[in-house]
């Protein structure tokens, strides 16, 4: 099972990004699939996820309202369009896949795929 995770880079604020994890071997059906960021010294928290079995999603609220996630399941890829960012959105973001009806919570994630850097600087 592979999650490969991308689009990250360095944008000014109030700008956009779109970030992308595709996922290969992975043979659940339902499952929970989404992003967490992290900063140096803090914990790893939960931003967004999708539900593969009826499309529920979930939004931090310190982001609600500038995010969007959405799935490709022909392409077995999960999108997420950040807009309006703020300095404060640095970090690095990765990708991970965990059950459908559980917390979104890193301890429970199945698999995680490699983090691509966030940077929100003038």
């Known amino acids: 099972v592979q999650l490969q995770a991308s689009g990250g880079g360095l944008v000014q604020p109030g700008g956009s990004l779109r970030l992308s994890c595709s996922i290969s071997?992975?043979?659940?059906?339902?499952?929970?699939i989404g992003w967490f960021r992290q900063v140096p010294g803090k914990e790893r928290e939960g931003v967004s996820y999708?539900?593969?079995?009826?499309?529920?999603?979930y939004y931090t609220d310190s982001m609600k309202g500038r995010l969007a996630i959405s799935r490709d399941a022909a392409k077995n890829t999960v999108y997420l369009e950040m807009k309006s960012l703020k300095v404060e959105d640095t970090a690095v973001y990765y990708c991970?896949?965990?059950?459908?009806?559980?917390?979104?919570?890193?301890?429970?994630?199945?698999?995680w795929g490699q983090g691509t850097q966030v940077t929100v600087s003038s």
């Open positions: 991970a896949t965990g059950p459908p009806d559980t917390q979104w919570i890193p301890s429970v994630m199945f698999r």
């Open positions: 071997g992975f043979t659940l059906k339902n499952y929970k």
């Open positions: 999708i539900r593969t079995t009826d499309g529920t999603t």
